[in-house]
């Protein structure tokens, strides 16, 4: 037994000696994912801890409570609310997304004009770049009651009557899907694309000398080539169900009291408490149980696209 364990060792000595240059450009990558993502995690202990900051090592010297901060997101009269909004919102994002950015990688990829292809494609994706706040105040733009596009140029000279948009919630279950896209379905489209330039071009040629329409090939060879990479992107984004995008749904809205129905999410939600209560044990509990609730999703559809086609499945 000794003599196989040294063999091993001495077997697992010589492969790290064979590949020591690719583990030492492997090595400030490891450490940026150890730093940024695995040390962070030992920040959980605040979600069970009633945080007292004149405590000398407070994240530790401060006394557990248990679950007592998952509870606010529970019994708060806003619970069914800001859940019902998260969820939906996110699925709604989750199935319009990849059908809008692979109808348009689709299309970028037929133009053969390579110079408008790449100018489309930089128009779509400059909007990515914008920050929340920019885009809050594009939408003001185009939203204020006195000086908002739609109401001085679209509806006063139609006749109609100025819309108060920050006032009226069942507006912005239409506005809020509209900006997600605009600002986010470039970043989308050129994740697709990509995709699609990587397939073998014959099996377009194969599929032109059998007399397949342009319908056929994207039917037939397109979508399910780009297939896993559809599958990949949609359990991400599964994955993080429970966290919205903040920027969306404070910055857009610019917080309107008004807009809370329709506008108010788990993590606008905790901001506020946050920001009027002050407990970030109850911010950690909350962050904690979106994130468990997101890794339980990708391991459940991961499961269940495993169990339809494995070789789609992420793992």
Known sequence: MNTELRRKRFSFGRKVYKNRYLLLMMLPGTLYLLINNYLPMFGTLIAFKKIDMNLHYWWLTSPWIGFDNFKFLFKTSDAWIITRNTVLYNALFITITPVIAVTFAILLNELRNRIAARFYQNIMFLPYFLSAVVVGYLGYSMLSVEFGFINTHILEPLGMDAIAWYNE???????????????????????????????????????????????????????????????????????????????????????????????????????????????????????????????????????????????????
């Open 169 to 315: 919630p069942k507006y912005w279950p239409y506005i809020l899907p509209l900006i997600y896209i605009w600002k986010n379905i470039g970043y989308s489209t050129v994740i697709y694309l990509a995709a699609i330039v990587g397939i073998d071009n014959e099996y377009y040629e194969a599929a032109l000398m059998d007399g397949a329409s342009k319908w056929r090939q994207v039917v037939s060879i397109t979508l399910p080539q780009i297939r896993p990479i559809i599958i990949i992107l949609m359990l991400m984004a599964v994955g993080h169900i429970l966290n919205a995008d903040f920027g969306l749904f404070y910055q857009v809205p610019l917080d309107s009291g008004s807009l809370y129905p329709t506008t108010n999410v788990i993590d606008t939600y905790v901001y506020r408490a946050l920001l009027s209560l002050g407990d970030i044990g109850m911010s950690s509990a909350a962050g904690l149980y979106q994130s468990a609730v997101g890794f339980v999703l990708v391991l459940t559809v991961n499961l269940i696209v495993r169990k339809v086609n494995k070789e789609s499945a992420l793992f």
